[in-house]
């Protein structure tokens, strides 16, 4: 089933334990049962009033991200999606939740179903999956490599990509060099993957945004462990480092990052550095749920700049004092500074590292209101000529920056506009 935008399934008990869980797509980085257990409670609360009803499913909207809940006779399955998921792929995943409650923990106990393992149990299930849904389209720059001894594995040791997948060989070169076909190669590789055999580098593109973790510090620590095993096992890794770290701003993309540095360092040196720092967990891809603060941050940076030009530097920095000081949220408060009449909105900070997807919604919509609050703090007087510079200068970038998923919702701030101009 070509074309679907599931990123995860997890399968859970009618009280909220979780049984099973799949990612998807490779590139979703964030999603683990962890993060994903922060919808749990919502889900969870919301699944009982549906049941009562009689309903076998319905949707939570986060607005980044879409979970599809289907209730079966005593678990719930929840499929992660960008967007809406295809009638056919519901029917699919229908299909599969029945024969995972009639066939694979039919005759489990208590005692076995608490120590499942999310990620490794039900292997043949997990192939099921595989039969029945065919996951996101591997790309052929992608370099798949096997984790720990997995080569050796059950899961792996009669593969037909086995012998061609060296941690070099990127998915094209292994397409070429097997004289197999594309389509095998591929659905070997993500069976492979989906079952935790392999990983793979190269998979940033050029268009991601990447932000630094709080493990890079030590990486640039020169007395550091982690800086030590660095020099013995990646030391071409070492001259490249200090100068890309500066680079991590919160809001540069690869590509604007790989150009920049085109000049002093090959594209293969700073494509390996980005492997290794995305392995090392020193670098994060901004998740559909970061991608969505960053534009929020980015347009207010833009309604203040435009109340710059259109009203005065002074006036600008006293509408936005006078904003700041109506909202208590520190995650949105402590990245504008104030300084003595200077404004700075903070894209590298780490004030996001470690929160679940839904708290991340919860301060996209707190950086939506501030934004809505600092239109609503402007001189009306001049407003109309306000609005229409705002607008001009969102056309020109951010509808070029962001893409239809990032914008949704971001409507609301037209709503907000043309509000104000009616209070005139």
Known sequence: ???????????????????????????????????????????????????DRSSSRFQVDYGARLFTVLTGKSTDLVAVSMGECEEEVVLTLTSLLEE??????????????????????????????????SFRQILGSWIPFFVGTSVSSDKSKDSIVVPFIDGSRNVDAIITESGLNREDVTIEITR??????????????????????SKLDRLLQ??????????????????????????FD???????????????????????????????????????????????????????????????????????EATLTKVAIPEVVGEVHLTNGKWEITYASRLHEGLDPRRLMELYADWVKLLAQFMGALDKTKIRAYAEELTDAYSSYLLKRYTADDLRGFEEISYWLELNCVRM
């Open 1 to 51: 089933m070509q074309g679907h935008n599931i990123q995860a399934i997890l399968i859970m008990e009618r009280g909220g334990i979780p049984l099973f869980f799949m990612k998807i797509d490779p590139r979703a980085q964030d999603l683990d049962p962890m993060l994903v257990s922060g919808f749990f409670t919502a889900i969870q609360t919301f699944s009982k009033e549906v049941v």
């Open 250 to 320: 919160g809001r540069r993309t690869v590509g604007a990052i790989t150009r920049f540095l085109s000049e002093q360092y090959s594209e293969r040196a700073l494509m390996q550095a980005f492997d290794f720092l995305m392995e090392s967990k020193a670098i994060d891809v901004l998740s559909p749920e970061k991608r969505r603060i960053l534009l929020t941050k980015e347009a207010m940076e833009i309604a203040i700049k435009v109340a710059e030009n259109v009203y005065s530097e002074m006036k600008a920095y006293e509408y936005l």
């Open 222 to 247: 020169s007395s550091s462990p982690q800086r030590a095993e660095l020099v013995r096992t990646n030391p071409d890794i070492l001259a490249v480092l200090p100068r890309m770290s500066t680079l």
């Open 100 to 133: 995972f409650e009639t066939v694979w923990i039919k005759d489990l106990t208590r005692e076995e179903m608490d120590t499942l393992d999310l990620n490794t149990a039900f292997m043949e299930f997990r192939e099921g999956i595989l039969q029945n849904l």
């Open 192 to 213: 492979l993957w989906a079952l935790g055999a392999l990983q793979f580098r190269s998979i940033l593109a050029v268009s991601d945004v990447v932000i630094s973790t």
